[in-house]
T-cell receptor, first 115, second 110 residues
Framework: NAGVTQTPKFQVLKTGQSMTLQCAQD?????MYWYRQDPGMGLRLIYY???????DKGEVPNGYNVSRLNKREFSLRLESAAPSQTSVYFC??????????????FGPGTRLTVL | EDKVVQSPLSLVVHEGDTVTLNCSYE??????LLWYKQEKKAPTFLFML????IEKKSGRLSSILDKKELFSILNITATQTGDSAVYLC??????????FGTGTRLKVLA
């Protein structure tokens, strides 16, 4: 039981390049999330997927796209990377039935640097 | 606008001290409040609170929620250097979103 996995762990891009961050969970959770974390800013929601087949914008969606490929996988794409997208990216998953099921589990993170 | 505010922003204590971390919130349709510990990697889950006045405990850590006054506290007794981390508070609402505070950075000196 791996929980939430993310690839890659580290990435360096040049401005204008594109890339896709991959995330998978094996906990059979319905909801999945992408966050970015910057110093002093806390965790900010980029996009989320409440269930398979749906995606919605979070707080900071500009410059990103997502795909909920199936129940297990949720990818984040940067079409044209900018230095402002240098950050640590976390994927997370949860069930959202009863409030007692709200615990969100995080992947190990991807440290992205855009030059 | 939904928001979560944590205080203090940072804290330095000595081993053996007791610390209290605060989390206040303003959220529409509150569902739950969660505490996480983050040490240079992904946040790890500590507690979930849904009911007011019921203390959750795990070893030296405990937490309680006050839904009337809209806050929660996380207590750590007999602190150890391994408790050094950023502690995050998050609140869930009627939507699918989790609203995170910016965290309290705790440093425990030997």
């Amino acid at each position: 039981n791996a929980g939430v996995t993310q690839t890659p762990k580290f990435q360096v891009l040049k401005t204008g390049q594109s890339m896709t961050l991959q995330c998978a969970q094996d906990m059979n959770h319905n909801s999945m999330y992408w966050y970015r974390q910057d110093p002093g800013m806390g965790l900010r929601l980029i996009y989320y997927s409440a269930s398979e087949g749906t995606t919605d914008k979070g707080e900071v969606p500009n410059g990103y796209n997502v795909s909920r490929l199936n129940k297990r996988e949720f990818s984040l794409r940067l079409e044209s990377a900018a230095p402002s997208q240098t950050s640590v990216y976390f994927c997370a998953s949860s069930d959202r039935g009863l409030p007692e099921e709200d615990t969100q589990y995080f992947g190990p993170g991807t440290r992205l640097t855009v030059l | 606008e939904d928001k979560v505010v944590q205080s203090p922003l940072s804290l330095v204590v000595h081993e053996g001290d007791t610390v209290t971390l605060n989390c206040s919130y303003e959220v529409t349709n509150f569902r739950s409040l969660l505490w996480y510990k983050q040490e240079k990697k992904a946040p790890t889950f500590l507690f979930m609170l849904t009911s007011s006045g019921i203390e959750k405990k795990s070893g030296r850590l405990s937490s309680i929620l006050d839904k009337k006054e809209l806050f929660s506290i996380l207590n750590i007794t007999a602190t150890q250097t391994g408790d050094s981390a950023v502690y995050l508070c998050a609140v869930t609402s009627g939507t699918y979103k989790y609203i995170f505070g910016t965290g309290t950075r705790l440093k425990v000196l030997a």
